[in-house]
């Protein structure tokens, strides 16, 4: 699995088997009744207007990525974000100590201008009491040139410290976003100008019962948490975890991954916009998500074009990129990429204004407000 899923736990986009015959499941007349929904691959046969969109509209900041594993991949990721438009990407480096951050950082100094790095919490002091071990190790990140905080991961047993190099985290339950320990960590970053990208839930799908009634089933299954309840946070409790945080912490300025995994309820995201002047949410590892619902998703993002800032969360290939600007720019219908649900993907059609907002101008606006509001 590409490591950049690794870090997230979600696949960036499974690798479809739509190979040709040779490769696709058995065939026959009395297939139907024994296949497998995780080897469904339908192809669209309909004649309607096919975009294959190369490079973006507007120029972009990738706001949430993991960076290629090992880092002497860098120089074709470099190429090809020069192909496909982008121009910077914030790299969450998942360092959480000024030492391991100035070793990754000297692999990405080679390209000036191009990434932007963030660091990660240490949230390993001794029997949970981590504040200030957390806040020192932050200062010294900062101090090492790190320009935020990211991604910091709540799935409903909280978060952890997070050692980057494949390790996973250690599996003690740890605070989460709204816990009063994090108070001065949170006040630390906003003190330090570092946004923060944070990850609360999964797609909702994971949360729900793994039967036929289960329409995300093809990708909940994989990523399943419903079979940790309920010893965990659920999917509307998580998300009460960001709002009262961002509540609590208005210096703070708050990207949400994922869209907040509020991608199938659209309207609480904007209430949540509403409510909280600074959360933003990028909307990476969303776009098989999005694009179901095409329309509302375009009514969404023309009302609230200042809050959603473009993501990846994936690895860098131009399929990747080709196909997330497929779903953001053009009006197409019906097709297929790499089957991480069972169903079509539809373009979303933003209009230009939009699509210029999302693509960058809101996380050049989200990096200054956070400087702004430093000190
Ligand atoms: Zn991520």
Redesign the pocket.
Known sequence: MAP?AA??G?PAWPQARNAPPGGAPESGQDLPPRLLLKDYRPRSIYKIPQSDIRKARFPIIDA???GPRPLDGLPEWVKLMDAVGVEKTII?TGANSAAKFSEIRKAYAKFPGRFDLWCSLDLSGAGGAFEASAVKALKECREAGALGV??V?DKGWGFRSFRPQGGGAARTPGPHADDPRMDPIWDQCAQLGMPV?L?VSDPIWSYQPMDETNDGLMNAYRWRIDDRQPGILGHDALIETLERAAQKHRRTLFVA??LANLDYDLTRLGQLFDRNPNLYADV??RFGEIAPVPKFVNRFLRKYPGRVVY?T?MTYSQRMFSNTFRILESEDEHFYDTYQYHWPLYGCGLPDSVLKKVYADNMREVLKRALRGAG
């Open positions: 950049a870090l997230t979600r949430h990525c993991h969450f990211g991604e991961i990208n990850h991954s994922h990476s590892a993501g969360d």
